[in-house]
């Protein structure tokens, strides 16, 4: 007998699989080398059984699981096999047991072996999930085929039994092995069995379809998953073959090999391939544990149905059921191109996640969106953006299923694109979804939240192509800007920071940040917007924040903070907003309170003109009964100067399309003023503050300035909107004895930015009224 490299007796098997091995790979690919193993292994083991006394009728089986059972032999993976008795005497069972084990071990072949009857199969898989798991790939090699099939088919019956008791294990385990693995697509050295998006999510996906619970292709197409985990499958076969181990992580020094043998030319274009090919199987893994969970949690004792749970209302055409972001019945999907937008900012703001079938809906009924889009989508489109980490999954899900780069075509070039420098922890679609993960939390310490949404969504889309991408990614934020509809002056300042998006932390690093010269040469590559700067100056550190761990170190913070100081010292004090002049008063004859219905309606939005008797205590009022009537304010400019009474030009939305009527509000505004506000109202009232999300990321902040057109303090509050916000913020200062002579609200996505001009001697105490009111109980504020 000759003997290998290293000393071992060489079989049949060994010079098998050298033989394999030593074929190259564009003459035997991935899955032509896993046909070709799993071949010469079924019959090396078949004449092993035989020659061990393993027959048809011996009381024995020789049954296979792992890649062998599933037909997934990997060149350098171990043998997962179980021989099965009857009960047999130990002795015989210890013969048979070493006639097969030793001749595999000879030949150098790794070994999971186990010897074991069909109840004690059973009584493994019941417990520990992991053995359960391993049975479902079972399938009988050599033996008695009946025994085999008792513990095959024994196993997946008692899965499907025990399944509703063993689910929430399950799902433990499978995050516990992504949290140790860590997510594929955001590794530079992926783990390609255990991590997210590994072969390992396909494994649960089967199991819970071998469970009856859902179905393999419900979320994604069945041809998308296939091919993703082939290509996972292939990148971890060629990496067995390029490393002569059974390695599992996708080291750097064989990216290259790898991607050479995919023929996908260097390791960055393997990167980005793999990185797609994961998240589809998170994608699915993900979609499948959710349609899992509905089926189980539908089923009563006994396996008996329950009633399905009531759908909640949570925008137009949108509803949660059973915990899920899906249609309502009435929804307009072949005719709203926006209804994906509006699905997807539910979803984050109530932390949701979107039910398959919805998607697949919107995927496959949704009209692409076409043209300038309308205010109400830029404000969801906002909403989702501000939502904080609730994003990262709604987005997730909009883009596997392709309607996220339905809505951002730009979006297309950067989706999954590796990132070169070794700094950067995520893909750069991923690290612009996370930049707007940081930056939801700085919102309010900007004067336009949504213009420092929108660039950290847009900074670097301009990577993947051969020129600078900041100048690549300025032309593509102007185009988006105007697509988005904002106007003139807010596309000018998006392009700016979006073109310099790196100017601040570069400069910070290299020049001294107190000399006034390097102020003045960032203010002047700026063009002097003083907004651009306040955006620039939260994005830089947003950006950092997502890039990686050790990024945003504190020396770098400290210089970043004085450059930013020294900077706005040298700007032109922001413009102090204007006293609004409603031209509306009350008619000769006309009621005390007037409601007159804008010409100008837009989907679910609303123009009012309301005048109604007294001053800021009326104010609160009328606020309070706006949104008990569901009616949310999105601007307003209030006026409650001589001639006294409160003059409101108002744009409300409805949410669910729903048309105002004036009579009702005008009776309810009378009946509010007179008596404060009605029980069925206060009870309405406070159902809806009860039942909105709080997705707050930034906590508040009241900036405090001296008025210039009279006596009195400017407040202006920027924090997150909530039903009955204006009127709790109106009523907080009015019971500190201040006076409210005017209010401008604007409302961008999420974020509110208000501003109050209060006068009289109770206006400084009624900034820790104001800051009382704002804030939930054990959140610190930050007035300025």
């Known amino acids: 007998m000759t003997t290998t490299a290293d000393g071992a007796p060489r079989t049949t098997l060994t010079r098998g699989r050298a033989d394999l091995l030593a074929v190259p790979a564009d003459r035997l690919p991935a899955a032509g080398l896993r046909e070709a193993l799993c071949e010469l292994y079924e019959i090396e083991l078949t004449c092993l059984a035989e020659e061990a006394g393993i027959s048809s009728r011996s009381g024995f089986a020789l049954v296979a699981f792992g890649g062998l059972g599933r037909r997934e032999v990997l060149p350098h993976s171990d043998l997962d096999l179980v021989l099965v008795h009857e009960r047999r005497p130990s002795r015989d069972v210890r013969e048979v047991a070493d006639a097969l084990w030793y001749p595999l071990w000879d030949a150098g072949q790794g070994l999971d072996h186990s010897v074991r009857t069909v109840d004690q199969c059973l009584a493994a898989a019941a417990g520990d999930v992991s053995v359960a798991l391993s049975l479902l790939d079972a399938r009988v090699i050599a033996g008695d085929r009946d025994l085999g099939a008792r513990v095959v088919d024994g196993a997946r019956r008692q899965w499907r039994h025990q399944i509703a008791a063993r689910f929430d294990e399950l799902v433990a385990a499978t995050a516990a092995r992504r949290a140790r693995a860590g997510v594929i697509a955001h590794r530079t050295e992926p783990d390609l069995k255990n991590g997210a998006g590994g072969l390992r999510d396909v494994q649960l996906v089967a199991a819970l379809a071998a469970a009856h619970l859902t179905d393999a292709s419900a979320a994604v197409s069945g041809t998308d998953v ?15 073959r390029c490393s002569g181990r059974p390695r599992e992580v996708m ?46 949690s539908s089923r009563g004792p006994g396996g008996l149905f329950r009633r399905p749970p009531a759908r909640r209302p949570l925008d137009d055409g949108v509803v949660d059921h059973a915990g899920e972001v899906a ?208 955006v620039l100056a939260a994005l830089t550190r947003a950006d950092s924040l997502a890039t990686g761990p050790g990024v945003w170190t504190p020396g770098r913070a400290q210089a970043h903070a004085a450059l930013v100081m020294s900077c706005r010292a040298r700007t032109a004090a922001p413009e102090e907003p204007v006293a609004p002049t409603v031209d509306a008063a009350r008619p000769p004859g006309a009621p005390d309170v007037v409601v007159t219905p804008g010409a100008t309606v837009v ?182």
């Open 226 to 240: 296939a091919a993703a985990h082939r290509l996972v499958l292939d990148a971890r076969t060629e990496l067995h």
């Open 251 to 296: 080291h750097a020094e064989y990216g290259d090999e790898v991607a050479g043998a995919l023929g996908l030319g260097d390791r960055f274009d393997l990167a980005r391939a793999v990185s797609d090919a994961s998240r589809t199987l998170a994608f699915a893994a993900d979609q499948a544990i959710r349609a899992a969970c509905a089926a189980l």
């Open 327 to 534: 249609l309502a019945r009435g929804a307009r999907v072949d005719s709203d191109p926006w209804l994906p937008l509006r699905v997807a900012a539910a979803a984050a703001r109530h932390g949701l996640p979107v039910a398959a079938s919805t998607l697949g809906v919107l995927v496959e009924r949704s009209p692409a969106p076409e043209g300038r889009w309308p205010a109400g989508a830029l404000a969801d489109l906002l909403v989702l953006l501000g939502s904080g980490p609730a994003q990262v999954p709604v987005i997730e899900a909009m883009d596997r299923s392709g309607l996220w780069a339905r809505m951002l075509p730009e979006w297309a070039a950067v989706r999954d694109l590796p990132a070169r420098d070794r700094t950067h922890v995520y893909t750069v679609d991923r690290h612009l979804v996370q930049t707007a993960v940081e930056a939801s939390r700085l919102t309010t310490t900007v004067a336009r939240a949504d213009l420092l949404l929108l660039a950290a969504l847009t900074h670097d889309l301009g990577k993947g192509r051969a020129r600078d991408h900041s100048e690549v990614g300025a032309e593509l934020a102007r185009g988006l800007g105007e697509r988005l509809g904002l106007v003139a002056r807010d596309v000018d300042t998006l392009v700016r920071v979006v073109r310099h998006h790196l100017l601040l932390a570069a400069t910070a690093a290299r020049r001294d940040p107190s000399d006034p010269a390097t102020a003045g040469e960032v203010l002047a590559a700026l063009g002097g917007d003083a907004t651009a700067l306040d």
């Open 603 to 784: 989907g679910g939005t609303h123009e009012l003109t309301l005048v109604v008797p007294g001053g800021g205590r009326a104010l609160a009022v009328t606020a309070e009964v706006l949104a008990a009537h569901g009616l949310e304010v999105v601007d307003a400019e209030v006026d409650l100067r001589p001639p006294g009474g409160v003059r409101a030009r108002v744009l409300v939305s409805t949410r669910f399309g729903d048309p105002v009527d004036p009579r009702i509000l005008r009776q309810d505004l009378r009946r509010a003023i007179d008596g404060g506000l009605p029980g069925p109202l206060r009870t309405a009232l406070d159902r809806r503050m009860a039942a909105a999300p709080g997705y707050a990321q930034a906590p508040p902040s009241v900036l405090v300035s001296p008025r210039s057109d009279a006596d009195g303090l400017l407040f202006e509050v920027r924090t997150e909107d909530r039903p009955g916000l204006l009127g709790a913020v109106v009523a907080a200062v009015t019971a500190a004895g201040a006076r409210v002579d005017w209010v401008v609200v604007r409302t961008r996505g999420a974020a509110v930015e208000d501003v109050f001009a209060l006068s009289g001697p109770g206006a400084t105490l009624g900034l820790a009224r104001l800051v009382e009111a704002l804030l939930p109980a054990g959140e610190p504020a930050t007035p300025t």
